[in-house]
T-cell receptor, first 111, second 108 residues
Framework: SQTIHQWPATLVQPVGSPLSLECTVEGTSNPNLYWYRQAAGRGLQLLFYSIGIGQISSEVPQNLSASRPQDRQFILSSKKLLLSDSGFYLC??????????FGQGTRLTVV | KNEVEQSPQNLTAQEGEFITINCSYSVGISALHWLQQHPGGGIVSLFMLSSGKKKHGRLIATINIQEKHSSLHITASHPRDSAVYICAVRGSQGNLIFGKGTKLSVKP
């Protein structure tokens, strides 16, 4: 079965600092990969998705970017963090009409 | 209006009680997921449904496509069932559209 590794689990970063969250997938090839964010008091919302190497789609404009340098690697980045970037970030892997698999999540606090 | 609505938002039960969490959605879907989020944040998939009913241990999930409604039932609830339960449906990009979750606390 598929396993998703996501790190770090928690992160405290100052405003204006860069961000890099990494997600790697085992047990499958050419997965559809997703980054979601859960802000305080809200449900998880889609940030980016990728159907292949170098293919990134963004749902909403924001202070973040994503990259997929390898088939099973998905990276979420920011050049300068804002306070509003605080939240719980989740990497997920799911094909159409199959079970979804999730990383452990990263709780980011921007101070 | 959110595309996926869950009720209740919070639920406290005594150990052994039968629990029902409801999910209504407003978009056409190919599948609906029930997920469990533990206090540390990790999420695991409980069920994926496109029709009918599924059972796994003490958990039962049902879906009514015509009424755009799904329920998650927990029989003989236990304190270890305490978690946030999330309903999610497939979006047009294959992504998941999540409800806000139901926080369940089961007291011994």
């Amino acid at each position: 079965s598929q396993t998703i590794h996501q790190w770090p689990a928690t992160l405290v970063q100052p405003v204006g600092s860069p961000l890099s969250l990494e997600c790697t997938v085992e047990g499958t090839s050419n997965p559809n990969l997703y980054w979601y964010r859960q802000a305080a008091g809200r449900g998880l919302q889609l940030l980016f998705y990728s159907i292949g190497i170098g293919q990134i789609s963004s749902e909403v404009p924001q202070n973040l970017s994503a990259s997929r340098p390898q088939d099973r690697q998905f990276i979420l980045s920011s050049k300068k963090l804002l306070l509003s970037d605080s939240g719980f970030y989740l990497c997920a892997c799911h094909f159409p009409n199959t079970e979804a698999f999730f990383g452990q999540g990263t709780r980011l606090t921007v101070v | 209006k959110n595309e996926v609505e869950q009720s209740p938002q919070n639920l406290t039960a005594q150990e052994g009680e039968f629990i029902t969490i409801n999910c209504s959605y407003s978009v056409g879907i190919s599948a609906l997921h029930w997920l469990q989020q533990h206090p540390g944040g990790g999420i695991v998939s409980l069920f994926m449904l496109s029709s009918g009913k599924k059972k796994h241990g003490r958990l039962i999930a049902t879906i009514n496509i015509q009424e755009k409604h799904s329920s998650l039932h927990i029989t003989a609830s236990h304190p270890r069932d305490s978690a946030v339960y999330i309903c999610a449906v497939r979006g047009s990009q294959g992504n998941l559209i999540f409800g806000k979750g139901t926080k369940l606390s089961v007291k011994p």
